[in-house]
């Protein structure tokens, strides 16, 4: 199980930015362990009738990186970022998806993430989203929300599949 940085009194008093990055650290790390111990079949089970795999839980938050922390911040196109227009799409898995290419692509994309916001403020507007200029403190925020709910989806995923539990289609 991930560690929780985010509960280490040395973060309590940092500034606000920096705990935002813990949290949003923490969450990161916890959906890329996800898939860690899993055989390839088991990271692409469907248990739910949504296209939600665990394997496409951790490629789809790699999606949510580049929407957020590219397209938000660079006002780059998904077409030019090459990702797919719709958050459905982003659950699809490809052939040649295994749990260390999605593993790789969204350590890559959090990466990303990281440089991209790297020189901006809390207050920095990120003009690149449908909604118009947002602060960046707001997406922080809004992709630690859907970083949470997320990881507890893999939670569940995870606890089914290592039970053996599947959901008829």
Sequence with gaps: MASHPSVQPTVFHTPLRDQFEAFLDEHRSALHDSLSGLTEEQARRSLVPSKTTLLGLVKHAAFVEKVWF????????????????????????????????????????????RRATADLTLDDLLRGNRRGPLPLRWVYLHTLRELAQHCGHADILREQILAGTTHPR
């Design 70 to 113: 590219d397209e938000a911040v660079t006002c780059r196109s998904r077409t030019e970022i090459g990702i797919p227009a719709s958050p459905d799409e982003s659950f699809d898995l490809d052939d040649d998806d295994t749990i260390a290419s999605v593993q790789d692509a969204y350590r890559q994309a959090c990466a990303a993430s």
